[in-house]
């Protein structure tokens, strides 16, 4: 990390945690360079870094500003544990019907799972399938169906070395989206009636996979800064004959928590104690807010019990419909099992993959994605604390495009859902994320889409709403 990046991290998180307050000064170029001993022009390039990533703004003649739309009004959700040790998941026809109704392109996309497609390099991904189906030779289209594209698994190899992860190349199966390979991980450990962890909160398509294999939930609560409560999950360990836990230590859909690395070497020793596999759910990996990417705890495995799974759907190429698993000692198996079912991935859509990754230009696309989705959290947050109750509590997450509300308890957000959406806007109420369709009061807001009036004036629309309750 350049020595400019990680003085604007610094500033970022004393931003963060509050102790740089919106409207205060930032300290002035001298004043920093002097104190942190780096020269003015690394404190300039940090500071035109901070601003581009919303958090602060220059004043004519006066110097750099906390932005005061990076308050922080609202307190931070509190997430219950959940009562019963394991449950029969049953949530499919919910969370259908909720989808289902995301659909109209017309509505205020608060409840979608995407980022707006303006933020990606649809055109520049486009001239590369071209290309690289212009290129490719005839027996590639049948030689990539099984291993997938090789120079495409070189490049995500490539990634995982970059995070500290020496992967070798025969681990990685490349799958029809993270989807497929969540689900070929969870077949390849679990047989019907057999009890996995996940998280509480938890991703909807979890429990519906589950539900799907006739697989029973214990579900572990999630801290909303500081990922799964590890001593649950330790307890649950003990008492109960768990045969896999599926997490996102990074970046959790949907409160956005991360683990810290301590965390995450305990999680994994835990799991190793009682060799349990971990399937990793890592599809925000490359959206981190920092400039550090957030280690999986995948780099602390040694004997392969992490199935490391990750997508390109959420940060360069939505409707590509390609991912991957990094399967530790399941990868032949996992393998295999892609070969009964799928086969194979599109094999251009890989190749196009594979060229747009070695044209150098995805570390840029990335910085670009980070910073807008940066900026755009700040606003739904500022305009939160203008239109929503006081007593509404929200994350603040380091990274993403989710940001989940708890309102107060007279709060049905099953019931704000449909009236929202009579007024055109979309959100995720909170009881598709649970197996025990807990979180009534909850909801969880994309913010994933450029500012603009229309999204100030929807937030106004679910403020008076949230009010009527
Ligand atoms: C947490 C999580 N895991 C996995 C997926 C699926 O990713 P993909 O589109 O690559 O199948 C999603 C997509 O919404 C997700 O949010």
């Given amino acids: 990390m ?36 780096v020269s003015p022009s690394t404190v300039f ?28 009004t609202l307190h931070e959700p509190e997430i219950a544990a959940s009562q019963a040790p394991t449950t029969e998941v049953n949530v499919s026809e919910l969370v259908f019907s909720v989808l289902g109704s995301l659909k109209d392109p ?36 049948i030689a990539d169906m099984t291993a997938g594209n090789a120079d495409l698994r070189r490049q995500i190899a490539l990634r995982y070395m970059v995070s500290g992860v020496m992967l070798p190349l025969d681990e990685l199966v490349i799958t029809n989206g993270a989807m497929e390979a969540l689900n070929l991980c969870l077949q390849c450990v679990t047989q019907p009636g057999d009890l996995v962890a996940i998280e509480s909160p938890a991703f909807y398509a979890t429990l519906q996979v589950l539900e799907r294999l006739k697989l029973k939930a214990v579900e572990i609560p999630v801290h909303p800064r500081e990922g799964i409560d590890l001593d649950c999950l330790a307890k649950r360990l003990a008492e109960l004959p768990i045969k896999a836990c599926w ?101 251009p859509a890989q190749a196009a993959l594979a060229d747009y990754l070695q044209q150098g230009g995805y570390d840029r ?27 509404t509590r929200v994350t603040r997450p380091a990274g993403g495009y989710f940001l989940w509300f708890e309102f107060s308890q007279r709060v049905d957000s099953l019931q704000l859902f ?18 025990t369709r807990a979180f009534g009061n909850c909801a969880r807001l994309n913010y994933g ?12 629309v679910l403020g008076r709403i949230i009010d009527s309750f």
């Fill in 2 to 37: 350049k020595r400019y990046e990680k003085f604007a991290d610094e500033i970022a998180e004393l931003v963060r945690t509050g102790v740089l307050l919106p409207g205060q000064k930032v300290p002035s170029v001298r004043h920093a360079s002097r104190t942190y001993g």
């Fill in 45 to 72: 390039q940090a500071y035109y870094l901070l601003e581009s990533r919303g958090l602060i703004v220059a004043r004519a003649r006066s110097g750099y500003f906390v932005r005061e739309h990076a308050q922080r």
């Fill in 106 to 141: 017309n509505t205020v996309a608060f409840g979608s799972a995407f980022p707006s497609p303006d933020l990606f390099p649809l055109q520049r991904l486009a001239r590369s399938l071209a290309q690289s189906v212009r290129a490719m030779p005839p027996q590639a289209v």
């Fill in 247 to 347: 997490f996102m230590s990074s970046l959790q859909n949907p409160l956005g928590a991360s683990m810290n690395e301590a965390k995450k070497r305990g999680l994994y020793e835990l799991l190793q104690r009682h060799q349990v596999p971990l399937i990793e759910d890592d599809v925000y990996a490359e959206l981190y807010f920092g400039t550090q990417p957030p280690k999986p705890v995948k780099s602390f495995d040694r004997e392969g019990l992490v199935m490391h799974c990750g997508s390109f759907s959420k940060c360069l190429a939505p409707g590509y419909r390609v991912g991957w698993v990094a399967g530790g000692r399941y990868a032949e198996q996992i393998g295999r099992l892609k070969l009964m079912t799928t086969i194979s991935p599109s094999v």
């Fill in 365 to 391: 696309h990335l910085r670009k994605l980070r910073h807008a989705l940066e900026a755009q959290q700040a606003s739904m947050l500022a305009s939160a604390a203008r239109h929503f109750p006081a007593s």
């Fill in 418 to 435: 449909q009236l929202a959406l009579a007024q055109g806007i979309s959100l995720a109420p909170g009881p598709i994320f649970s197996a």
């Fill in 449 to 460: 889409h450029p500012w603009d009036a229309q999204c100030e004036q929807a937030m106004a």
